[in-house]
């Protein structure tokens, strides 16, 4: 049974940091492309970051520079560390992953999502 479990979230100030993790389990980790996305109330769901099956990541213009995602293979999750949070950045954070399965289907997952909350 595939699970994404998100954790990490909750309520910081203007100017702080957390750190989301996302433990995954059920299917190859180490072969999906991992992504954080995040939706704020009245909001479409938009892509915060990305993570390729070999590292690569890529970032929203609107939050490079202050959000790192990174991913342990052998612990089967990925992270995203958030610096210079803004009130802007209050969402409902989701892991997501994406790839195929040992037939070649391809499949995405998705979490149930975690809450950051940023106001002084």
């Known amino acids: 049974q595939v699970q994404l479990v998100e954790s990490g979230g909750g309520s910081v100030q203007p100017g702080g940091s957390l750190r989301l993790s996302c433990a995954a389990s059920?299917?190859?980790?180490?072969?999906?492309?991992m992504n954080w996305y995040r939706q704020a109330p009245g909001k479409e769901r938009e892509v915060v970051a990305t993570?390729?099956?070999?590292?690569?990541?890529n970032y929203a213009d609107s939050v490079k520079g202050r959000f790192t995602i990174s991913r342990d293979n052998g612990k089967n999750t990925m992270y995203l560390q958030m610096n210079s949070l803004k009130p802007e950045d209050a969402a409902l954070y989701y892991c997501?992953?994406?790839?195929?399965?040992?037939?070649?289907?391809?499949?995405?997952?998705w979490g149930q999502g975690t809450q950051v909350t940023v106001s002084s």
């Open positions: 059920g299917f190859t980790f180490s072969s999906y492309a």
């Open positions: 993570i390729s099956a070999g590292g690569t990541t």
């Open positions: 997501n992953a994406n790839g195929y399965d040992w037939i070649r289907i391809k499949r995405v997952y």
